[in-house]
């Protein structure tokens, strides 16, 4: 179900390169990478988790509501990390000249799908 899930996202992003779904703890999931790329997603994923829990207590202790969205733009790859329960996130890693509209959208859309199966 989540490696479904997954390869229907990336596939249909220009420039996806992988996804994942983890916990905040750093333990993946799930892993999907698309067969012609070269993308160590679960560690990207996991050096990143701990800031997902850094910002999620940030938004608690300020009262703004739980995170919900996360995305990071560096050089060379763009994350996109969306809360699935208050334990587990999806990550999307794509190309910096990816679509990063269509990503968001398409791991928006999916999330009901991967929260029901969580």
Not at 21 to 47: C, F, H, S
Not at 57 to 81: F, I, N, P, T, Y
Request: with cysteine; aromatic share 6%.
């Amino acid at each position: 179900m989540f490696a479904d899930t997954l390869r229907k996202v990336v596939d249909n992003v220009d420039g996806a390169l992988a996804a994942v779904i983890m916990g905040l703890d750093g333990i993946p999931v799930e892993t999907y990478v698309r067969q012609n790329d070269k993308v160590d997603v679960n560690t990207v994923a996991m050096e990143f988790s701990f800031i997902l829990g850094q910002v999620r207590k940030a938004g608690d202790s300020l009262q703004v509501g739980g995170l919900e969205e996360l995305s990071v733009k560096a050089q060379r790859l763009l994350l996109v990390c969306r809360m699935l329960s208050p334990q587990y996130f999806v990550a999307v890693a794509i190309s910096p000249d990816g679509n990063f509209g269509k990503c968001r959208y398409l791991v928006r859309m999916a999330t009901p799908t991967l929260v029901a199966a969580l």
